[in-house]
C-alpha cells in the first residue's frame, strides 16, 4: 500500500490545449478516492499520468513519498483495470492473470498461489481454463480486475470499469469492487462519470470539471454540503432543484429568496445582503407535499414502487420532488409544497459559491 500525492499537476497538448489547471490532492495509505467529473473534465487523463501512460507537463506525482514523473508504468508499483476489459483472446482466465508475472519472470509456484488466491476472492475458480468469449461482461471485468491483484501492487487505479456493463451488473460491480477494497486495503484511484458510483463507493471524492478541482470530501459532505453550484447539481440523483431569485431580509430578521413568484424559506445567512441575486437550491427529497405552502401544479407523476417522483410547475420553473411510497396525486393537480430550511442551498448568483 502507498500513499499519493499531487503536486500542481498541469496537462497541456500541442503547447496550447491545457487540460490540467494545476491541480493538488494527496491520497492516504489504503483510501478509496474516486475522480468523477463530467466528460473531457480532465480526471482519466489524471488517472494515466499516475499511471505513467501520460507525459506530465507541469508538476510532480509522488508514490509514497517518491516522485515517479520519470518513471515508466512499469516501475510505478501501480495495476489498472480499463473500461475494455484488454483481455488477451488467445489465452485462458489463468493465463491472462498470471501474464504480468510471467513477464516478470516471477517463480511458477508463486504465480500459481496469487492466481488461485485471486480467482478465490473473486469466485473466478470454475472460469480459470475458459477463454474471454466464453465469459460474459461482468465475468471479463472481474478478471481484469484478478489480473490486478495478482501483481500485489501498491495502487489499484481503475478507468470506468463498469461502463460497458448493463445496469444490474454496475449494482453488483460496485459491491464488489468495495468489498474487494476493504479486503485488500490496497489504496484506489477510481475514475467515473456516475455520481452515483462515487456515492458509494468513495472514501472521499475529487469533483473535476474543466480541469479544475471544484471539491474534495467525503460522500455526504459532497450531498449536504456542496461548496458551489456546479457540485450541488452534479452531486444527487435526481438532480438539485435550482431556482434563480432575490435574497430579502425581513424587518424581523428572518431571511427568504424570492423566486417563481413565491417566498422560499432559508436559514439566516450571517454575511448575504438584502436584494442580493442568488441561486435557490432544494434538493428532490427534500421537499415535501403540504395542505398550505408554496403553490405548484403537478405535470408528471412517475412511480418506481419503493417511491414516486412528480415533475411540479412553480411559476415557469420546474422542479423534481421524490417522496417515498405512493400518492394519489394527478398530472393537472394543484398543490402545495413545504420546505425544511434547513435543509436550503443558497449560492451567490455572480460566483456560484455556497453562502455560510
Known sequence: MASVSFKNIQKTYGGKVKVIHGIGFDIQDGEFVVLVGPSGCGKSTLLRMLAGLEDITGGEILIDGKVVNDLESKDRDIAMVFQSYALYPHMTVRENMAFSLRLRKADATLTAQRVDNAARILNLGPLLDRFPKELSGGQRQRVAMGRAIVRDPKVFLFDE??????????????????????????????????????????????VMHEGIIEQIGTPLELFDHPGNLFVAQFIGSPAMNVLPGTLRRGADGGVHVEAEGAAWPVNPLSTAKDGLSVHYGIRPGDLSLAAAGIAATVVVVEPTGAETELLLQVGAAQLTLVMHGRTDVKPGQAVHLAIDAAKAHVFDGASGLRLA
Open 161 to 206: 470499469p463498469l461502463s460497458n456493463l448493463d445496469a444490474k451488473l454496475r449494482v453488483a460491480m460496485r459491491a464488489e469492487i468495495k468489498a474487494l477494497h476493504q479486503r485488500l486495503k490496497t489504496t484506489t484511484v477510481y475514475v467515473t462519470h456516475d455520481q452515483i458510483e462515487a456515492m458509494t463507493m468513495a472514501d472521499r471524492i475529487v
